[in-house]
Nanobody
Framework: QLVESGGGLVQAGGSLRLSCAASGSIRSINRMAWYRRAPGKERELVAAINSLRTTNYADSVKGRFTISRDNAKNTVYLQMTSLQPEDTAVYFC??????????????WGQGTQVTVSS
């Protein structure tokens, strides 16, 4: 189960921090990522981080967004700065790993709305 928090309404140039906590019978988490879906557009990858803390970002957010993780809390964060109206979207976290039965799993958060006003 993934629980997201931190979305909201912010003015252009502002900042928000999203959090996504994973719970359940988790043995290990490999990849953690954030996706977003803007109105009328397809879902796109925003940022991802693996177990070695290697990160990758969409070109549109490089230099503005930072993804990080806290393995002790099974939580992934997305720090968003210099937000622009085009960042308005529903943001979803995505987590992949291995459960206590040594089976791989992939889970999606419920989504959190981020709205940036101009």
């Amino acid at each position: 189960q993934l629980v997201e928090s931190g979305g909201g309404l912010v003015q252009a140039g502002g900042s928000l921090r999203l959090s996504c906590a994973a719970s359940g019978s988790i043995r290990s988490i490999n990849r953690m990522a954030w996706y977003r879906r803007a109105p009328g557009k397809e879902r796109e990858l925003v940022a991802a981080i693996n177990s070695l803390r290697t990160t990758n970002y969409a070109d549109s957010v490089k230099g503005r967004f930072t993804i990080s993780r806290d393995n002790a809390k099974n939580t992934v964060y997305l720090q968003m700065t210099s937000l622009q109206p085009e960042d308005t979207a529903v943001y979803f976290c995505n987590v992949g790993g291995t459960n206590s039965n040594y089976r791989q799993f992939e889970a999606w958060g419920q989504g959190t709305q981020v709205t940036v006003s101009s």
